[in-house]
């Protein structure tokens, strides 16, 4: 390997340290840090002669069908997690009461506040970041999608450390399903946003309810 392809590596796996660690280390207000990550990562594209278009989100990739197999597969998740995982879970270990959304419970504006923050973030943000950005670069790595997923997933659930074991656990299954919408559905990057975007809605709407904890 010639020091032109080390140095490639070094900076691959650097601005990917970056914009997984760069929001734990740095925590802007505001989820402003994603703002910081997302011009790094066009800034690596760009100079790379790629676009976005490169990590599958592709103009007019949002459809009636996107939209309805985004709504399906977050109910899907949704009764996985509420009735698969958790319970599963629950037997195995002591698991400690979540709590991190328990300000929006019966606050209807600080629902909305949050729904909006999900789209942006946890749906928008989250999946270009992991999905599309650090999941094609490792690709280029491993020649596998799936090994790239796995890493990836791994990742993404370390990413949620804040929310304890439990939530890493569920946040890298989240990640391998969210990187099978994405791959099953022609790498149309639109269907992962959405999917997880919605089930993030279905979750915070149900905390808000009481019917989650």
């Not at 390997?1 to 740095?26: E, T």
């Not at 790094?40 to 949002?62: E, P, T």
């Not at 599963?88 to 019966?106: A, C, G, H, N, Q």
Request: charged share 10%; net charge positive.
């Amino acid at each position: 390997m010639n020091n032109q392809n080390v140095n490639q590596v070094i900076f691959d796996l650097g601005i990917i340290a970056f914009v997984v660690l760069f929001p734990h280390y740095f925590p802007l207000p505001f989820y402003s840090y994603s703002i910081v990550c997302f011009i790094a990562i066009i800034y690596y594209l760009r100079k790379s002669r790629k676009g976005l278009r490169s990590i599958g989100l592709v103009k007019n990739g949002i459809t009636i069908k996107s939209v309805i197999i985004a709504i399906l597969s977050a109910l899907i998740w949704t009764a996985f997690m509420r009735w698969i995982y958790v319970p599963l879970i629950s037997v195995l270990f002591t698991v400690p009461d979540y709590t991190e959304y328990d300000f929006i419970r019966k606050h209807i504006s600080r629902l909305m506040i949050t729904l909006v923050a999900a789209w942006i973030v946890g749906g928008f943000y989250e999946e270009i970041v992991f999905r599309g950005f650090i999941n094609s670069l490792l690709e280029k790595y491993t020649n596998s999608f799936w090994l790239s997923a796995c890493i990836t997933g791994l990742l993404f659930g370390l990413y949620h450390c804040q929310q304890g074991l439990f939530g890493i656990i569920a946040a890298t299954f989240g990640g391998l399903y969210w990187s099978f919408i994405y791959r099953y559905f022609g790498r149309n990057l639109w269907n992962s946003i959405l999917s997880h975007a919605f089930f993030d809605t279905i979750a915070l709407t149900l905390i808000y309810l009481g019917l989650l904890t």
